[in-house]
């Protein structure tokens, strides 16, 4: 496929033929289990071990993750990503079955859990990069895969975290956990059954000279960097502090069912998002995506400063909103602007850029708390929001990028 069939206008063609039909399923269900866990690791990790625990958990998944995404990008364009997708969601079956059982058994040990969950993060990095691949393999309109895309996430994080919530208060967060199991064994079954061209025999090169290879592409498309820079301070100061506070927050003053309720609204608002994205396709993507995405800053704003839960809701839902919209246009920047033959080692490079952040500021979360109120830490998060907005827009190279 080149790069001028990735690029043509398309939005006439059909989107639901069998190949997007697989996929889609592999996504929707395994996003609908990923869309539990936060909920269950916010509340039950945090029962037993606190807001440090909570942050130590998901900073060991993350950290993994970053450490290994980039091998992930090169073995995925070296052995196809789907070969890749399939095999990280069998190991996701073990990890979160043995976390299962270890709940159901009783409170498992704490090591218990950052060993799963950086087992899980390895995983998730064989398999990430190769989801920006797939879609130009199995759609010829990638703007409007990935905003059905978008949607599907949106409605397991409206759906999931509320599930998540009623099933650990009426039975156990194992069975959260069995649950998220059965979604990676379903996807890697639609995964298995989806045929794709084989790509063209080529000589391997050494890992080192495609890293060096993806790195290149990377480097040289300024607006991608220049995104990703900023993406490493949300991570820090923004997307990495905001669960473990968050929940803390919202547990504290209105219970854990108004934490699954906001997590909901936050899905609830991705839906929206979503679905603008799908009906609207300007001219330069990265400047509207980045006109928008202020409205995130209203979700830690609002934890922040109110006790009312339906402020607190709308603060969701507008946050997810604007956040869904920028991913769809950031998206579709990078497939239709990247070659397709280093797009999973260039996806590879954004990912690790842009979630390496995430990483220490979920391991910062808990020792942040000891020296600044947890509100206030929340309103150097919306401010961080706002700034980096301004900085998306004051560079040339991602306000002026047009659609392909």
Known sequence: MTTAQLTAPTAGLPLWDRRFTLYFTARAVSLLGDAMMPVAAALAVGALYGVSGVGAVLGAWTGTFVL???????????????????????????????????????????????????????????????????????????????????????????????LA????????????????????????????????????????????????????????????????????????????????????????????????????????????????????????????????????????LGTALTTSLPLLLAAHVLGGAALAFWSVMWATSVQTHTPPAVLNRVTAYELAGSISGMTLGQLLAGPATRLAAPEHLLLLSAATCLVGCAALLAVPSVRRLRRS
């Not at 060993?115 to 998730?124: D, H, I, R, W, Y």
């Open 68 to 162: 290994l995404v980039l091998f992930g990008g090169v073995l995925s364009d070296r052995f196809g990503a789907r070969r890749m997708m399939v095999g990280a969601d069998v190991v996701r079956v073990g990890t979160q079955g043995v976390l299962a059982a270890a709940f159901l058994a009783g409170p498992p040990p704490f090591w218990l859990l950052v060993a799963m969950a950086s087992l899980a993060g390895a995983a998730v990095a064989m398999f990430l990069p190769g989801v920006n691949g797939m879609v130009p393999l199995v759609t010829s309109d990638p703007h409007r895969a990935n905003a059905t895309l978008k949607v599907a996430d949106a409605l397991a994080h409206l759906l999931g975290p509320a």
């Open 165 to 300: 919530g009623l099933l650990i208060a009426l039975t156990n967060p194992g069975t959260v956990y069995a649950i998220d199991a059965a979604t990676f064994l379903l996807s890697a079954l639609c995964l298995a059954l989806l045929r794709l061209p084989a790509p063209a025999p080529s000589p391997s090169p050494a890992l080192l000279r495609e890293l060096r290879q993806g790195w290149r592409e990377f480097r040289e498309r300024r607006w991608m960097w220049s995104v990703i820079l900023v993406w490493l301070f949300y991570g820090v100061l923004l997307f990495g502090p905001l669960v473990p506070l968050s929940s803390l927050l919202i547990g504290t003053r209105l219970g854990p069912d108004a934490y699954g309720l906001a997590v909901s609204s936050l899905g609830l608002g991705t839906v929206l998002g979503g679905l603008l994205a799908l009906r609207l396709r300007p001219a330069r993507p990265l400047a509207a995506g980045a006109a928008v995405l202020p409205l995130y800053a209203l979700l830690p």
